[in-house]
C-alpha cells in the first residue's frame, strides 16, 4: 500500500527494482526491436542509432527525490516511488536531421499509447538566455493492441521512456553534460557556451539543406534531359564548374543504364576514379565516350558474358571500357591490365 514513509516506500521499490531487473532488460530489447521494425517500414529514412539502457536504482530513487517527494508530502498524499519513475526503461533514438524527430514521434504516437510529453527543442528556443541540449522526450507505453500480443504481454505494465534527438543534437548533449556549474557560470563564459550551443543550431540546419539541395541535383541529374555542352574557352572557374560530378555521372549513366540503381557511394568513388585520371574531364566527354562506343562494349560484353556466364560485367565496367576506348592513352588504367589485354584481344580478332 502507498505511504508517506520516504524509508519505507525506498525498501519496498529497492525490491520491486531487485525482482524484476531482467524483465526490465528484457523489456528493453524488446522495445529496441519493436522501435527498429516500425521506423523500417516507414517512410522516416534512416536513423544512426536506436539503443536503450535500465535506469540504476540509486538514479530512480534521486530522481523521486528530486521532483516528486517534497511535493507529494507536504499534500500529504501517499505515494509508491515506482508510479512516478516512467524512465527506468529508456530508449534513444539519433536521428540524422531535425526534421526526422517529429516523423519518429508520429510513428511512436500510432503505436504505443503516451503518457507524457515533453518537448526540450521547444523550451531552449522559446528562451534567450539560455542553453542546453534539445531532444523530444516521449513517455510512452505498450498500446493495448500490442500487449495482448503473447511476445509482450510480460511488459504489459513497463512503462519507458524514448528520447529523440538529431546527430547534432546528440552531439551537443554529450559536451552539455560536461559543462560544470551551468546556472552559476559567468556571464562571459554563458555567452560563448551559447555561441557554442548556436553552432551546433546552425550546423543542424546546414546539414538539412545540404540534403535538400543533394535531393534537387540528383532529381535534376536523373530527370533533366541529356544535353552536351558546348568546348569553348572557359576561366579556371567555370573549368572546375564543367568538370564532372557525381550528379553528372548520374544524368549520363542513368540516361544509358535506366534499370540500374547506382549506389551513392559507389559513384562517388568511380567519379574520383576518372578525374585522378583526367582531371579537368567533363559530363560532356563521358557522354560522348558512351554515344561513339557502348555499341561496342555491349556486344563485347555479350561475348564476354557468353564465353563465361558466371561472370560479371556490371555498368560500371561496361563504362571503363567506353572510356578506354574514348582514350587509351588518358584511361589506359581505368582497366586492370588483364581486362585491358582481353579486351585488345578481342579488339583485334574482331577486325581480322
Known amino acids: 500500500m502507498p505511504s508517506l514513509n520516504f ?5 519496498t521499490f529497492s525490491k520491486y527494482y531487485d525482482n524484476n531487473q531482467q524483465l526490465f532488460e528484457e523489456a528493453k530489447e524488446a522495445y529496441i526491436s519493436l522501435i527498429d521494425a516500425l521506423i523500417r517500414h516507414s517512410d522516416i529514412g534512416e ?9 540504476d536504482k540509486s538514479e ?3 530522481k523521486f ?7 507529494l508530502e507536504s499534500e500529504e498524499q501517499p505515494y509508491r516511488i515506482r508510479d512516478y519513475i516512467s524512465d527506468l526503461i529508456g530508449i534513444r533514438i539519433v536521428c540524422l536531421y531535425e526534421d526526422q524527430i517529429s516523423m519518429v514521434a508520429e510513428v511512436l504516437q500510432k503505436n504505443f499509447r503516451i503518457i507524457d510529453v515533453t518537448d526540450k527543442i521547444s523550451a531552449v528556443e522559446s528562451t534567450d538566455d539560455s542553453f542546453g541540449y534539445k531532444g523530444l522526450h516521449m513517455d510512452l507505453a505498450l498500446s493495448d493492441e500490442l500487449a495482448a500480443q503473447p511476445q509482450y504481454q510480460r511488459y504489459a505494465k513497463l512503462p519507458f521512456e524514448v528520447q529523440i534527438r538529431s546527430l547534432i543534437q546528440d552531439a551537443w548533449s554529450v559536451l552539455d553534460h560536461k559543462i560544470k556549474y551551468k546556472k552559476s557560470i559567468p556571464n ?19 546539414f538539412k539543406e545540404i540534403r535538400k539541395a543533394t535531393a534537387e541535383l540528383i532529381q535534376q541529374a536523373t530527370v533533366a534531359p541529356m544535353e552536351e555542352e558546348s568546348g569553348t574557352n572557359v576561366s579556371g572557374a567555370q573549368l572546375e564548374e ?9 544524368r549520363v549513366a542513368g540516361h544509358f543504364f535506366r534499370d540500374f540503381e547506382f549506389e551513392d557511394f559507389k559513384v562517388d568513388g568511380f567519379v574520383q576514379d576518372i578525374l585522378k585520371l583526367d582531371q579537368d574531364f567533363e559530363k560532356s566527354e563521358l557522354h560522348r565516350s558512351l554515344v561513339e562506343n557502348f555499341k561496342l562494349v555491349k556486344e563485347y560484353r555479350a561475348d564476354f558474358l557468353a564465353e563465361d556466364p558466371e561472370n560479371s560485367f556490371s555498368p560500371y565496367t561496361s563504362i571503363r571500357h567506353c572510356l578506354y576506348l574514348y582514350d587509351c592513352i588518358t584511361f589506359q588504367r581505368i582497366l586492370s591490365r588483364g581486362a585491358r ?5 578481342w579488339l583485334n580478332n574482331r577486325t581480322e
Open 7 to 11: 524509508e519505507q516506500e525506498r525498501r
Open 47 to 55: 536513423v544512426t542509432k536506436i539503443e536503450g539502457r535500465v535506469k
Open 60 to 62: 530512480g530513487i534521486k
Open 65 to 71: 527525490h528530486r521532483k516528486y517527494q517534497g511535493k
Open 188 to 206: 562571459d563564459l554563458r555567452r560563448r557556451i551559447n555561441a557554442l550551443s548556436a553552432l551546433f543550431e546552425l550546423a543542424d540546419r546546414e
Open 242 to 250: 564543367k568538370r564532372i560530378t557525381a550528379f553528372d555521372f548520374l
Open 341 to 345: 589485354e582481353r579486351f585488345e584481344l
